[in-house]
């Protein structure tokens, strides 16, 4: 059973454009959403989480939309950067039963200068 | 910063061996865990690890996997008897809580990749 799909499964964007990476979940019992970046050849970092009682968080360049009843949640990526370049993947947990992550595909994101 | 450290970073071995993989989690963490990631495909959820004991298992984590915190600072993961199939990264997570109160925020390690010839 997947627990979070993960849309695209890659992503070319211009530089200064605008990256969309979407997520949807079954599980209500999730209450913890975070995005990771990972670079080729190293472990998955935190870029940033959402908890369910905000429908949105922004940090930099940043921002993930949460839609409670949808059951969905996106990152946004303003003004992409060729650094930015990484696979991205969403994540949820539920600390009711052990906050282990069920992590999405990922999305391979090229960013072109 | 403190950082979740482990060893090695490859671990090449041959089928029906036994393979151990090291992590050091970040010191004042009180939960651990072990993903795997299979080349190109998504990062899955093997085991957590609590007080000393597992708190929650995937289908993964069958009879050959096991996990043991040795000596207060390592935590390990134990492959019995490796198959083909288990060559991946695996990675080692640490959190500091895990509650209503406090963001569940994983620090993941660089992994160490496991190939099983």
């Known amino acids: 059973q997947q627990q979070v799909k993960q849309s695209p499964q890659s992503l070319i964007v211009q530089k200064g454009g605008i990256s969309i990476i979407n997520c949807a979940y079954e599980?209500?019992?999730?209450?913890?959403f975070p995005w990771y970046q990972q670079f080729p050849g190293k472990g998955p970092a935190l870029l940033i989480a959402?908890?369910?009682?905000?429908s949105e968080k922004k940090e930099g360049r940043f921002t993930i939309s949460f839609n409670k009843s949808a059951k969905q949640f996106s990152l946004h990526i303003m003004d992409s950067q060729p650094g930015d370049s990484a696979t991205y993947f969403c994540?949820?947990?539920?600390?009711?039963?052990?906050?282990?992550?069920?992590f999405g595909t990922g999305t391979s994101l090229t960013v072109i200068p | 910063e403190p950082e979740v450290t482990q060893t090695p970073s490859h671990q090449v071995t041959q089928m029906g061996q036994e393979v151990i993989l090291r992590c050091v989690p970040i010191?004042?963490?009180?939960?651990f865990y072990w993903y795997r990631q299979i080349l190109g495909q998504k990062v899955e959820f093997l085991v957590s690890?609590?007080?000393?004991?597992?708190?929650?298992k995937s289908e993964i984590f069958d009879d050959q996997f096991s996990v043991e915190r040795p000596d207060g600072s390592n935590f390990t993961l134990k492959i019995r008897s490796t198959k083909l199939e288990d060559s991946a990264m695996y990675f080692c997570?640490?959190?500091?809580?895990?509650?209503?109160?406090?963001?569940?925020?994983?620090?993941f390690g660089p992994g160490t990749r496991l190939t099983v010839l």
């Open positions: 010191s004042n963490h009180l939960y």
């Open positions: 994540a949820a947990s539920s600390s009711r039963t052990g906050n282990q992550f069920y």
């Open positions: 997570a640490s959190s500091e809580l895990a509650s209503l109160i406090s963001y569940n925020e994983q620090f």
């Open positions: 690890f609590y007080n000393n004991e597992i708190s929650e």
């Open positions: 599980n209500t019992a999730f209450d913890y």
């Open positions: 959402i908890r369910p009682d905000v």
